[in-house]
C-alpha cells in the first residue's frame, strides 16, 4: 500500500499517520526525519540541509527530491506512507513521474482539512505534562482545556514547548503550506486533479481536521479499504 499524507503543523497528521501504519505495516518516510538522520551523522548531505532547516526553509529541490524518491524505491513490496514530502509542484510533478517510471501505484492521497487560524492555535495552546507528554491539554481548546498549569488527566505540572510558542516559525511553516499556487497545498491539489479525472486507482480522502482525534480516526478506518 502507497499513501501520501496531507496536513499542516497543528492538524493531528502525525496521530492519523500512525494509525495508517499500524492498518497496513508500511514504512513510515518522514522528509523531516530523514533529514535530521542525516545532520545527526553528519553527512554532506545533512551539513547541506542544516542551514535551510535552520531558517523553517524548504531545502533545495535538487537536495530532496532525489534523496526520497530514492529511500521509496528501497521500500519494495512493503509499501510506503510519505509524510512531509512533496512540498511544492515541483516536488509533486516529480514524485508522479518517479512512480509511473518505476510502475509503482499510489493507493492514497489523505489530505487533513484545517483552517490556519485553528492549526496556530493547536500548536501554540498545547501544554505538555511532566508526567506524560500524551495526556490531552490545550489552553485553545475547550474541550481539553487545564485550570491553570496541571494537567486535567493526572494533576502534573503543564508547560509549554518552546518551538510551540515561537510565532514566527510556525507562520513560516504555515505560509509554505497554506500557498495553494505552489506550496503544498498545490501539491495537495496537483493529486486530488489526477484522481478527479479519474485515470488512476488512487482514492483522494479528504478528513475534516478540526474534529477530535478519535472521530478523525474513525472517518478515516471507514474509508480506507
Ligand atoms: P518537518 O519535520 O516535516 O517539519 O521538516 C523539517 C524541515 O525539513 C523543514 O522545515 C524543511 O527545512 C525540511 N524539509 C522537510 N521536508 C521537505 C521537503 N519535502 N522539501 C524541502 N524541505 C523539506
Partial sequence: MNILIFGPNGSGKG??????????????????????????????????????????ELVPDEITIPMILAILKEQGEKGWLLDGFPRNMEQARKLKEALEAANMDLDYV??????????????MGRRLCATNNNHPNNIFI???????????????????????????AINKRHDIY??????????????KDIVKAGTSKTVYIELDGSGTIDSIKETLLGQLK
Avoid: W
Wanted: glycine fraction near 12%.
Fill in 15 to 56: 496521530t492519523q499517520g500512525d494509525l495508517i501504519m499500524a492498518k497496513y505495516g508500511a514504512s513510515h518516510i518522514e522528509s523531516g526525519v530523514v533529514f535530521r538522520k542525516h545532520i545527526g551523522e553528519g553527512t554532506d548531505l545533512g551539513m547541506q540541509a542544516k542551514g535551510y532547516m535552520d531558517k523553517g
Fill in 110 to 123: 489523505v489530505e487533513i482539512i484545517l483552517d490556519r487560524d485553528v492549526a496556530r492555535n493547536r500548536i
Fill in 142 to 168: 475547550d474541550a481539553i482545556k487545564p485550570e491553570g498549569d496541571i494537567c486535567r488527566v493526572c494533576g502534573g505540572a503543564l508547560s509549554a514547548r518552546a518551538d510551540d510558542q515561537n510565532a514566527e
Fill in 178 to 191: 497554506y500557498n495553494a499556487e505552489d506550496g503544498t497545498l498545490a501539491a495537495a491539489y496537483y493529486f
